[in-house]
């Protein structure tokens, strides 16, 4: 497809275990976005990539999360040791470049729940 | 940080009516953005405002960028059950104390639309 795609759709997992989020961006775009969206509020950004570098970490929540890029393509965000409060629906989205002339095209997210 | 307070938090309206909403920012944006988020998907976009006191149409949308830069709001006219969703508004700055924004969205909290046939 030519559209931003994450993986899994879904992930159920119990407090205190790690997860890995996927996000494979439009082919040929060279930033990468990771935003949080808790339920009922609007996106919150964590981090971007300008391809595989990542200027700017300052919206990650905690030292629990990270981010990687490589291959200027696929990026993964990784949540250490989970908490409740970090139930929510990660989206990724991707641009020609990181710039705000670039229109970002969204994925369709992967919906975290922490038991 | 900088904030978005979106308006209303939710509509219910019956098909062929028009519906307003609106965005207020505590700072200065210099372009406001309207997305639109059906469920199970990732957000849209429908218009981009780049200039103080833009008014852009697309469609039965139309919205307008603040004068001050602080607030925006976007307008469906004659609304059809496809037009249910949840509607964001975001802002963006061209410049950042870095230097040339990076495209960083701050979004507002959402407006979820329902439309009744």
């Known amino acids: 497809g030519a559209g931003v795609s994450q993986s899994p759709s879904n992930k159920v997992t119990e407090k205190g275990k790690d997860v890995e989020l996927r996000c494979d961006p439009i082919s040929g775009h060279t930033a990468l976005y990771w935003y949080r969206q808790s339920l009922g509020q609007g996106l919150e950004f964590l981090i971007y990539?300008?391809?595989?570098?990542?200027?700017?970490k300052s919206g990650l929540p905690s030292d629990r999360f990270s981010a990687e890029r490589t291959g200027g393509s696929v990026s993964t965000l990784t949540i250490q040791r989970t908490q409740q409060e970090d139930s929510a629906v990660y989206l990724c989205?991707?641009?020609?470049?990181?710039?705000?002339?670039?229109?970002?095209?969204f994925g369709p997210g992967t919906r975290l729940t922490v038991l | 940080g900088q904030q978005l307070n979106q308006s209303p938090q939710s509509m219910f309206i019956q098909e062929g009516e028009d519906v307003s909403m609106n965005c207020t920012s505590s700072?200065?944006?210099?372009?406001w953005l309207w997305y639109k988020q059906d469920p199970g998907e990732g957000p849209v976009l429908l218009i981009a405002?780049?200039?103080?006191?833009e008014l852009t149409s697309n469609g039965r949308l139309t919205a307008q960028f603040g004068i001050t830069r602080k607030d925006s709001f976007l307008n469906i006219s004659a609304s059809i059950p496809s037009d249910v969703g949840i509607y964001f508004c975001a802002g963006q700055l061209l410049r950042d104390a870095g230097g040339t924004s990076y495209g960083k969205l701050t979004f507002g909290q959402g407006t979820i639309l329902t439309v009744h046939p």
């Open positions: 989205a991707s641009s020609v470049r990181a710039s705000p002339w670039n229109e970002q095209f």
């Open positions: 990539f300008q391809g595989n570098s990542a200027p700017d």
């Open positions: 405002l780049y200039k103080a006191g």
């Open positions: 700072s200065i944006f210099n372009t």
